[in-house]
Each structure stands twice: as C-alpha cells, then as structure tokens.
C-alpha cells in the first residue's frame, strides 16, 4: 500500500491547469505545422500560420492560447493499492483549479447553477471529475481545459444497430457541417460509440486526450478513423470556417459494449487549442 497525500494532488492539478493553458501539446503543434504545409487555401494557409504563431506566444509569454480556459475536466486513473490521506480528493481536486486559475491568472468561466441565477464561482471550480480504479500504486491524471465555443457544437445521437457505420458517420459530418465556423476549426474531433446516453459522451471527451498522431488499436476503428477525417476535410470548412482542406486534424474515435437494441454516437468536437496535460503521481 502506497500512501499519497491529497495535497500533492492539488499541486499537480494547479500546475495542470496553467501548463495545459498556456503550452499546445506538441502533437497539436506539430499537426498545425503540418497541416499549414498541405494547406490548399492561401488564406487557410495564412491562417493556420496565425494559430501557430499565436501558440509560440503563448508558450514564450506564458499567456493563455485562448481567452475562453474552459471549463475544467480531469480523467483520473487511481491505483487500487494507493491511500490517499489528508482529505477529500474531490475537494484537493477543486482546491488544485482554484489555484491554478487564481495564480495563473486564467479566465474563471463557471457558475454554479445553470439556468436560474447564474452567478460565477469566481475560481472556475467545480471542475468535471472521472475517477476510475485500476491495478497499481500510481494516480495517472488527465486534464483538459474545454471552451465552449466548440463544447456547444458538439452532439449525441442514438442510432440503432440497423443505422450501423453509415449512420456514425452522418452523425460526425451532420455535426461538423453544424458547427461550421464556430467551433474555430481546424478541429479536433472526439467520437464515442456504445455504452449508454452518458457512456458515449464520457467516450467522446476521452477521445479528445488522445495524440493526434495515435490511432486506436482496434484496425477496424482506426481504419474509421481515417476514413472519417478524409470525409471531414472534404467538407470544405477549412481553417476557421474560411475554405480550405484541413477542418480537422484528426479524428479520435473511442467505443465500449453496448446493449443489442442500441448504437449510441457521440460527437465532442474541440477547437484547434486541444489543450491537455498529464501527470503520473
């Protein structure tokens, strides 16, 4: 048994949510960069040229990448040998975004209640927290700031069997065309399959903390994959809703077990600042 102090926890979680603010992962980076070389669109071009200037700004000033830092959501692994002492982990959890919205001078963007009377929490908690036990004595934590200007254009349909991949991918390309400009493409596109309504959702976001540069391992589903991206690109989207070939960079799809009479699909698609970071405590 491996004992962890929650404060550790909320330290790691602090400088999480600055790191992911403020430094693009290098496989986005990457992909913008070559992206910007295959670009058709001399305004795509251009374009995409700015998102990657702007990144570098970002990373050298210690700015955020954008002005919407989200809303906060952390997937959490936590070995099933571990004793976390010292307090609650929800609450060293929210502790951790308080601070690192606090001393990072991060947009605080959460109100506590949604329709009635939505008064900001001034500290951006509570955060969105996915917990799930597994072998070991480590606690693996991923955590993504996630605006809104692409979370509203994301969506969930529940198909059923008869609809099968055709129906998936009328799904992806219906929510894309949706989301057009306002998602501030070039996307990253997150699918879930299977599972429940909340399953495939959760499937979805977790898609999103994958490398772009990583397909899934299933060869059927990374074949999806790229067969879902060519057909998102030939949309003709384009950078910022602009034109062009590139209105993703990848497309990520996840999936889980799901009942005979059902085929849940969700979308969760994500703006060019894919932000994520990751720690193993």
Do not use: W
């Amino acid at each position: 048994m491996r004992t962890i102090e929650v404060e550790q926890i909320t330290q790691a979680i602090a400088k999480m949510c600055m790191d992911a603010c403020y430094y693009l992962s290098e496989d986005v980076y990457d992909a913008l960069v070559s992206a910007g070389r295959k670009e058709e669109s001399a305004l795509g071009k251009e374009i995409i040229g700015k998102l990657v200037e702007n990144a570098n700004i970002s990373r050298n000033e210690q700015r955020p990448i954008c002005q919407d830092t989200g809303m906060t959501v952390v997937f959490m692994e936590v070995g099933q040998d571990v004793h976390l002492v010292g307090g609650s982990l929800e609450e060293a959890v929210n502790a951790g975004v308080a601070k690192g919205y606090t001393e990072g001078y991060l947009r605080k963007s959460v109100v506590a209640e949604p329709l009635f009377n939505r008064k900001n929490t001034t500290n951006n908690t509570p955060a969105i927290l996915h917990t799930s036990i597994v072998p070991g004595d480590k606690v693996k934590i991923k955590l993504a700031p996630k605006g809104f200007g692409s979370e509203n254009k994301s969506a969930l349909k529940m198909l059923v069997p008869a609809d099968g991949v055709e129906g998936l991918k009328k799904v992806v390309l219906d929510t894309v065309k949706t989301a057009g400009p306002n998602a501030c493409p070039p996307m990253v596109i997150g699918v879930g399959v299977g599972g429940t309504m909340e399953k495939a959702t959760i499937l979805a976001k977790k898609a999103l903390l994958r490398s772009v540069n990583k397909r899934n391992d299933h060869p059927e589903y990374a074949k999806l994959e790229e067969e879902l991206l060519e057909m998102v690109n030939k949309t003709g989207v384009g950078p910022q809703g602009l034109g062009g070939v590139t209105t993703a960079l990848a497309v990520n799809v996840e999936y889980f077990a799901t009942h005979i009479a059902g085929l849940p699909v969700a979308v969760n698609i994500n703006c060019h600042a894919t932000r994520h970071a990751e720690v193993e405590l």
